[in-house]
Each structure stands twice: as C-alpha cells, then as structure tokens.
C-alpha cells in the first residue's frame, strides 16, 4: 500500500534540494516536519532512502530508484498543471459539436470561422449527422453541445434555443415549368415523381407529418441521404425536391429552378442550439457558445 503522498512530496524536495534545510525552505515547514516525514517513509518502505554528505544529503541506492520514479511523477503533474492552465486560457481545449449538412453550413460555419481565427489552438470536432442522431450523441455526453433543426421532441433534459427560421419548398426545374405561377394544391404532388430526403431526418418527420395532416400520402421516387443532391436532381428534371430554402436559393434566384405555390402555408420551422442539462461543456464549448450567443440574438 502507498503511504502518504505528502511523504513523498518531501521526500521530492529534499532529494532535488540535496538538504533538509532547502526542502523546508521550498515547502514552507519547518526541517523537524521534512525530517519526520523522511523518517516516516523509510519507516513504511523498510530502507534508508538518504545518508549525510558534507553538505546536506545524498540518496542512497534505493532512494535513487524511488527518485527516478517521483521525479517523473512530478514532471507529470507540473505538465498536467500546465495544460489545465492553457485550458483556462483557452490556448489549449477541444470542442465537440454535433451538426447536420444544414445547420453546419446555413447557421454554424461562420462562427466556427470567428472562433478559429480568435482561438486557432483549439481544436473542434463536429459529428456530422441529423437531428436525432446529434440528440442521441448529446445525451450520451459525447458533444458538448448541438446545433438541430425542429420539430423534435423536446425534453426537460435538454436546453433549447431557436438561433433562426428555416423554411421548407417544393422545387422544380423546367420539366415542370406547366406548375410555375400555378395555385396548387397538395394532392397534385400525388401525381407528381418526388424527390425527398431519407426518413431518419427532422425535415423528413417534419415534412411527412404535415402532408399526411392535409391527407396526402406520398411515395417518393428518389429518397436522397442530402439536400444538396436533392437539388441537383431537380436541376436534372428528375422530379420535384423537397428541401430547406438556403439549399436552392442560388437556382431559384437565377431561374434555374422554381418554387411551387399552394394553396396553403408550409410553417416555417427552427435552428435552434441544444445543450444538455446533466452535462457541462468544456471552456472552450463555452466560449463558442457565448458568440453564438452574441451574434445570433
């Protein structure tokens, strides 16, 4: 069994200081204190770790096995300390960040570049993948915090904040051009090929759950695992895409592409960053969250 630790740490001391003398002096104790301790610890190993020299101490065979061993402890320790400090100061950390394609482009990225430039030794780690997958990996304590899209099932042990609005559309290119300007309604899209995200997505739940609402059933012919193929589908007259607006905007603003019209509103819905409530994230999670923080309010 080991014995005290506080031995060792005058037992430390004194071998570096080669005295009794400098190592009360070093610990702030008086030298009867170093020399009970010394006495103590080679009482509890059955050796003699120092004998006099002229002047002070010298270690004897053992007590330099014992320092070679201590001594790398210490440098463990002052190190360790060290790298605690430079977390403090944020010159050394990490961040864990969970994020889809969408978030990570339309909301994330240009924080993360601020952060980067303010802070280049920390190192961030952003699993990609959707909202209930970046919920899971959340709860699992394995980011610090997430960056989802609505509708999910909101818990007591998850912090959410809505950061920005996103809005669903319905695309087509010129295949289709017989549906521009036209008031539609949702049973057209029965008639028509679709082209949707795979259904382990919020925007899949989302955009299933609103049609079946209004009785639409549909099959897609394409089920894409992004939205940015959705969109070169469309580009190709594949079919009509369902994605997030930001993903098409540059098409639609050219002409490349068209927004559907229906008769009724799609609802917008959220970005929002979520924190656990059981978890505390890093320093530098923190420091990331406080500019989202700032920026997007």
Avoid: W
């Amino acid at each position: 069994m080991i014995c005290n630790l506080e031995y060792f740490k005058v037992f430390y001391y004194t071998a570096k200081c080669g005295s009794v003398t400098g190592a009360a002096a070093e610990l702030a104790i008086s030298q009867p204190a170093v020399s009970q301790s010394l006495k103590q610890l080679e009482h509890s190993l059955g050796v003699s770790l120092f004998v006099r020299a002229s002047r002070g101490v010298r270690l004897t065979a053992e007590g330099e096995v014992l320092y070679s061993y201590v001594e790398k402890g210490y440098e463990q320790i002052r190190q360790g300390v060290e790298k605690v400090q430079q977390m403090q100061s944020l010159e050394l950390g990490e961040v864990h960040i969970g994020a889809s394609d969408m978030t990570l482009r339309f909301f994330l990225l240009p924080f993360l570049e601020r952060f980067h430039e303010e802070y280049p030794e920390i190192k961030v780690v952003v699993s990609n993948g959707p909202t209930p997958e970046t919920l899971s990996l959340l709860r699992e304590g394995k980011i610090d915090f997430g960056v989802v899209s609505t509708p999910f099932g909101e818990t007591e042990d998850i912090s959410t904040v809505r950061v920005r609005e996103i809005e669903d559309v319905f695309v087509a290119g010129r295949r289709f051009i017989s549906y521009k300007n036209k008031m539609l309604d949702f049973q057209e899209l029965e008639d028509l090929p679709m082209i949707f995200l795979e259904g382990n997505t919020s925007t899949r739940h989302y955009m299933d759950n609103y049609l079946a609402g209004n009785g639409i059933a549909l099959q897609p012919e394409f089920e894409l695992a992004t939205s940015d193929m959705i969109v070169q589908f469309a580009l190709r007259n594949l079919g009509v895409g369902c994605v997030v607006r930001d993903f098409a905007s540059e098409y639609l603003d050219d002409g490349t592409l068209f927004e559907l019209r229906f008769n009724k509103m799609i609802p917008k819905r959220s970005l929002c960053v979520v924190r656990s409530m059981r978890q505390k994230p890093s320093l530098a999670a923190e420091r990331l969250l406080e500019i989202l923080d700032k920026e997007s309010s």
